[in-house]
């Protein structure tokens, strides 16, 4: 066995904020994981579960390993698989008149990113787990219950490997309704806890987005205001979430726009931000709102 | 009148044994004048292709015999390594032994180091690379 993955050493960027909101759902999953329960964070797109999954990892100071749901995954993608072989040759002729030849060939085991951290005690970051079908994702079953990874016989280095006591899984979800996304097992969601994560609050939102684009707090507070009130104005309240807020400021401040009123360039940012998630019978009046919103924030 | 010296008899000292006779060129005898230079020609210079195989074939042999036998004598002087290495170390612990024994005896302090703690795999050791990641 001579290929293993690579691991993330995770750091704390410049740009990541710490209300005590975040803080108090931080405080709470390291509890979780720490009683020896992985934790699940379901949420809709864009409300940071991939970043506070990876502020969540980054708590126990051990080295990470990120996954990624996908529906071609099996679960040879999860523990590794056997990849390439090496043969050998052996042509003995040493006394002259006996002739020997001896010839081998064995394949080599690759072991995948869940087999790494199991062994070495690493975080498990599973990113979108749901998007990988539910047979793909059995062998974490034994791994969370009974700290055991089953592994093929083909691997040489033993079958049954004992799950490392600093290992720890760490999920990501979107909700079923979402598109892509698989129904996941019972018997996993039962072995974890799952938080629910929503829309910040808004003095959160305001903070990520100012952090994020540069912009000042107040234009930023503006644009946090008008994407709220058009998140109100939707029947589906998910969206637009705090990507959206960061998008219109990073694109302002590219430009160099100031969010004032009247300001066409402004307007049609948000149009083309926030606009295509709403659906057609209700596009009239988010457009309507977005203009009131931009008069009343001048 | 002739002398009558006996000046032609000629002893040991003129006659060259066979091994004054190896290694020099060949004394060229009168039968050997008159032979032709094929007939001449001596088993040392020998001219035909399957005797040349022979020849070379034993070379070999020979080369890969001394080479067996220069690598079993450095086995040995590395096995003798490996001996000596154990046998000193084991007359250190003997003294070590005799040293507490004595310490036990006559209650007097000797002070040895502690064996060296166990080190823990580093993730260097481990071969695992690395990558940062800033979230």
Request: hydrophobic share 35%; glycine share 6%.
């Amino acid at each position: 066995m001579d290929q293993q993955s690579d691991i993330l050493v995770l750091r704390e960027g410049d740009g990541f904020v710490e209300t005590p909101y975040i803080r108090e759902l931080t405080n709470r999953a390291v509890s979780y994981i720490k009683a020896g329960f992985p934790v699940n964070l379901s949420g809709p797109a864009g409300v940071g579960k991939t970043t506070l999954a990876l502020h969540i990892a980054a708590q126990f100071g051990r080295p990470a390993v990120l996954m990624c749901g996908d529906y071609e995954h099996e679960t040879s993608d999860l523990i590794g698989g056997l990849n390439g072989y090496h043969r050998k040759f052996m042509r003995d002729n040493f006394i002259r008149s006996v002739l020997k030849t001896d010839e081998t060939m064995t394949q080599h085991w690759a072991d995948d990113r869940l087999t790494t951290a199991c062994q070495h005690g690493f975080t498990l970051v599973y990113d979108e787990f749901t998007r990988s079908r539910p047979e793909a994702n059995n062998v974490l079953l034994s791994v969370l219950e009974e700290r055991i990874l089953i592994l093929p016989e083909a691997r040489q280095d033993g079958s049954y490997l004992k799950v490392h006591p600093d290992f720890r899984a760490i999920f990501t979800s979107n909700p079923e309704e979402y598109a892509g996304v698989q129904k996941s097992q019972d018997a996993l969601r039962d072995r974890m806890v799952t938080i629910e994560v929503g829309n910040f609050d808004e003095e959160t939102e305001i903070a990520i987005t100012h952090n994020k684009s540069k912009l000042s707090p107040e234009t930023c507070g503006r644009v946090v205001s008008l994407v709220r009130r058009v998140r109100e104005a939707k029947s589906n309240k998910l969206t637009p979430t705090v990507r959206a807020c960061i998008m219109i400021s990073k694109i302002l401040n590219l430009t160099g726009e100031a969010a004032p009123a009247g300001n066409d360039a402004f307007r049609q940012t948000c149009l083309d931000v926030l606009l295509p998630e709403v659906p057609n019978h209700e596009r009239g009046r988010v457009r309507q709102l977005i203009d009131d919103t931009i008069v009343s924030c001048s | 009148m002739e002398s009558e010296a006996l000046t032609k008899i000629r002893t040991m000292r003129q006659i060259k044994s066979s091994l004054d006779v190896a290694g020099r060129p060949r004394v060229k005898t009168t039968n050997g004048l008159s032979k032709a230079p094929a007939q001449s020609e001596s088993a040392d210079h020998p001219k035909d292709g399957l005797t040349m195989q022979v020849l070379a074939k034993e070379k070999a042999r020979t080369a890969a015999y001394e080479n067996s036998v220069k690598k079993s004598r450095q086995r040995l002087l590395s096995s003798r390594d490996r001996l000596a290495a154990i046998i000193s170390r084991n007359l250190a612990l003997t003294e070590l032994r005799h040293d507490l024994q004595r310490s036990r005896y006559q209650k007097v302090e000797v002070t040895c180091s502690p064996a060296p703690a166990a080190q823990k795999e580093t993730l260097a050791q481990s071969g695992l690379r690395q990558v940062d990641l800033e979230y």
